[in-house]
């Protein structure tokens, strides 16, 4: 099954603005990730929320997560033009070890100076 | 500490000819990952090592693809013959998997050109 829709899928803001991306999934899962990947590099862990816990934060980034809607919210205050890249959420839980991950088609952001 | 590293960083075969991807994972990292992202298609999971065991190959595209971790460490992905529609980029991750907490570090990747 496919997993980790985000929304939008791409997003164009200006510095000093938050960027607000979605992500949503079908089946239940252990946790869910945030990855970021700069153009033309690996991908980058950003944060990881579990199926227990609601919100979490992690310096200008603020994942959300509401299991009862089957979605998460990455939240981006402040950005920078440095931020511009593609985010993926991932999500496990599914599967036969459990542990794959399963990623979405991603939300390229671009901030503009 | 080295992160997770994966060799070569690109690579261009022809239709037919055989590839060998390296991935050595974070050391003390027992469970590996593959993943591949086909142009314009979501990361797709390929497989998951715990040390050197398959746990779960569900993602294996077809029998061209051979994947193996021996003695635990880094791990190998051929693919022989190669097709077309295995061009792409092919990450590898790893982790420590704790039950709860899969975080998973992901390499560089590979980019496959199949021409």
């Known amino acids: 099954s496919q997993q980790g829709e985000e929304d939008p899928q791409a997003l164009s803001i200006q510095e000093g603005e938050n960027a607000t991306m979605n992500c949503s999934y079908k089946?239940?899962?252990?946790?869910l990730q945030w990855y970021r990947q700069n153009s033309g590099r690996g991908l980058v862990h950003l944060i990881l929320?579990?199926?227990?816990?609601r919100e979490k934060h992690s310096g200008r980034l603020r994942v959300t997560l509401d299991t009862s809607k089957k979605s998460s919210s990455l939240l981006i205050t402040a950005s920078r033009a440095a931020d511009t890249a593609s985010y993926f959420c991932?999500?496990?839980?599914?599967?036969?070890?459990?542990?794959?991950?399963?990623f979405g088609k991603g939300t390229s952001l671009l901030v503009t100076p | 500490e080295a992160g997770v590293t994966q060799f070569p960083s690109h690579s261009v075969i022809e239709k037919g000819q055989t590839v060998t991807l390296r991935c050595d994972p974070i050391?003390?990292?027992?469970?590996l990952y593959w993943y591949r992202r086909v142009m314009g298609k979501e990361i797709k999971f390929l497989l998951h090592?715990?040390?050197?065991?398959?746990?779960?190959e569900s993602g294996m595209p077809n029998n061209r693809f051979l994947a193996e971790r021996t003695g635990g460490t880094y791990s190998t992905l051929k693919v022989q013959p190669a097709e077309l529609e295995d061009s792409g980029v092919y990450f590898c991750?790893?982790?420590?998997?704790?039950?709860?907490?899969?975080?998973?570090?992901f390499g560089p990747g590979t980019r496959l050109t199949v021409l």
């Open positions: 991932a999500t496990d839980g599914d599967g036969n070890s459990g542990y794959a991950l399963n």
């Open positions: 090592f715990v040390k050197e065991s398959k746990q779960d």
């Open positions: 991750a790893s982790s420590l998997a704790l039950a709860d907490y899969n975080e998973q570090f």
């Open positions: 089946t239940s899962i252990n946790n």
């Open positions: 929320i579990r199926s227990n816990e």
């Open positions: 050391s003390g990292h027992d469970n």
